[in-house]
């Protein structure tokens, strides 16, 4: 199993532009996430999604979209780039919770970096 | 979810046991400590969670107090490659699993 990939993995932007974070599971979870980290500091939650064709707003959701047509997609879109959205953006994915309690891990992808100038 | 407490850096040498420490006091019932570490810039991968009793699995051991107000991740025999940030994550399980990351403890291993 590849487990989670994003593309690309690094990406300059402009002011204005837009573009789409991809984002690929392998392993049919259910549960998908798209988090931000900026320098230094913990990652955020941007938006997740619980199964194919539903979504919520995590933390930080303002300024992106996200889709889940399938299991194994879950794209991030920025409509809007502002310099703002310069971070490193990470994928993750895991199953429902556990029947002994608690959740599964996250799995996470190696992220994309972006520079919005 | 309720928030958590870490030192921002230790060091540890080489072949030594590591122990990170993490303050949870307002910590609820239904709560799970999570730690995670995150690699120089790589994704954040999982090490190990609980609820009220010691843990252990191949990577680390996790004490948690009886109180469950803090808790302790241990590596036994701390290597290079275990130099890292390290995250602990208090969260309740309901519906999907929002992970709240602080900024972590920056462990160094020293040869």
């Known amino acids: 199993n590849a487990g989670v990939t994003q593309t690309p993995k690094f990406r300059i932007l402009k002011i204005g532009q837009s573009m789409t974070l991809q984002c690929t599971q392998d392993?049919?979870?259910?549960?998908m996430y798209w988090y931000r980290q900026d320098p230094g500091m913990g990652l955020k939650l941007i938006y997740y999604?619980?199964?194919?064709?539903?979504?919520d707003k995590g933390e930080v959701p303002n300024g992106y979209n996200v889709s889940r047509s399938t299991t194994e997609d879950f794209p991030l879109r920025l409509e809007l780039a502002a310099p703002s959205q310069t971070s490193v953006y990470f994928c993750?994915?895991?199953?429902?919770?556990?029947?002994?309690?608690?959740?599964?891990?996250?799995?996470f992808g190696p992220g994309t970096r972006l520079t919005v100038l | 979810d309720a928030k958590t407490t870490q030192p921002p850096s230790m060091d540890c040498a080489e072949g030594r046991a590591a122990n990170l420490p993490c303050n949870h006091s307002?910590?609820?019932?239904?709560?799970?400590v999570y730690w995670y570490r995150q690699i120089h810039s790589q994704g954040p991968q999982y090490i190990i969670h609980g609820l009220k009793n010691n843990e252990t699995n191949e990577m680390a051991s996790l004490i948690i107090t009886e109180d469950r107000k803090s808790s302790t991740l241990i590596l036994p025999h701390a290597t290079l490659r275990d130099t890292a940030v390290y995250y602990c994550?208090?969260?309740?399980?309901?519906?999907?699993?929002?992970?709240?990351f602080g900024q972590g403890t920056r462990l160094t291993i020293n040869p």
């Open positions: 993750a994915s895991s199953r429902p919770m556990t029947s002994g309690g608690g959740y599964n891990e996250q799995f």
């Open positions: 392993m049919n979870h259910n549960y």
């Open positions: 994550i208090v969260s309740a399980v309901q519906g999907a699993q929002k992970l709240v």
């Open positions: 999604s619980v199964g194919a064709g539903i979504t």
């Open positions: 307002t910590i609820s019932g239904n709560e799970y």
